[in-house]
């Protein structure tokens, strides 16, 4: 993906169509004027149609397409898990002609290509445990829940592994490259290229999957708010956000 691809991705419904709960997902895109949208393809439209043509090929007992990156298989297993014998969900790319069947076989289908493990770039940070110069072998408590894994560094990468070491109750290090990961629960198992090795700024890295997502923070501090403090919450919020945060004209209700 591009840089700052997160930052600008955005994804909204609004409205529901006919039939069995049609959703039509769109994609918000913030331009600079002028910008004309010619209906050009991006990575998003591309990933959406491999998407399309995963589905098909499980549901068709077929080879998945070549292009489909091995990390994204495993997203599949909780993809329609609740769907029942009878139920399907259709996916359908911007510039497709035809959906494709999502059904409880595709699902069951796209599983069992997933293997035991898989790789995938990695980026984390924590206090080196063990560190052998022979081998140029080291073990990494990660932050959150990873736990220790462990992995191999260069030459040139050996000062900075061992300062980390000597340092390890009050050093951190941050480490990027190729890591292994289990299919099972998606936890990084062990580095297997390391490309960067870095000091790490306290706190960093540390990542907590099993935390709330941040829309159930927002539902329940929403719901923990008196009704009257709702009641002066301007209603038109969304389109005068700058104004009403930081000033600079009328604020009423």
Do not use: H
């Not at 397409?65 to 911007?94: M, Q």
């Not at 990961?181 to 306290?202: G, H, M, N, Y």
């Amino acid at each position: 993906m591009p840089k700052g691809f997160e930052d600008g991705f955005r994804l909204q419904f609004n409205r529901l169509e006919d039939g069995s709960a049609v959703v039509p997902l769109q994609r918000v895109r913030i331009v600079e004027q002028g910008e004309l949208d010619f209906g050009n393809l991006d990575e998003t439209d591309e990933a959406a149609e491999l998407i399309d043509a995963a589905i098909a090929a499980a549901q068709a007992d077929e080879p998945l397409p070549s292009a489909l990156p091995s990390n994204v298989i495993p997203l599949f297993r909780d993809f329609g898990k609740s769907l029942r014998a009878d139920e399907v969900l259709f996916t359908r790319a911007r510039r497709a002609a035809t959906e494709a069947a999502y059904t409880d076989k595709a699902r069951k289908r796209l599983a069992e290509w997933v293997g035991p493990v898989y790789e995938d770039v990695v980026d984390v940070a924590g206090e080196v445990r063990m560190a052998n110069v022979g081998p140029g072998a080291f073990a990494l408590q990660c932050s959150g829940t990873q736990g220790l894994v462990s992995g191999k560094f260069s030459a040139e990468q050996e000062a900075r592994v061992l300062d980390a070491l000597r340092e390890d109750r009050t050093a951190r290090l941050r480490v990027r490259g190729v890591g292994e990961f289990s299919t099972a629960d998606r936890r990084l198992r062990k580095i297997v290229r390391v490309d960067r090795v870095e000091p790490a700024a306290a706190g960093e890295g540390a990542f907590d999957e099993g935390a709330p997502p941040i829309w159930e923070q927002l539902g329940a501090i929403g719901r923990s708010a008196p009704k009257e403090a709702w009641e002066v919450v301007p209603s038109d919020l969304s389109t005068r956000i700058d104004e009403v945060v930081y000033g600079g004209g009328s604020q009423r209700p």
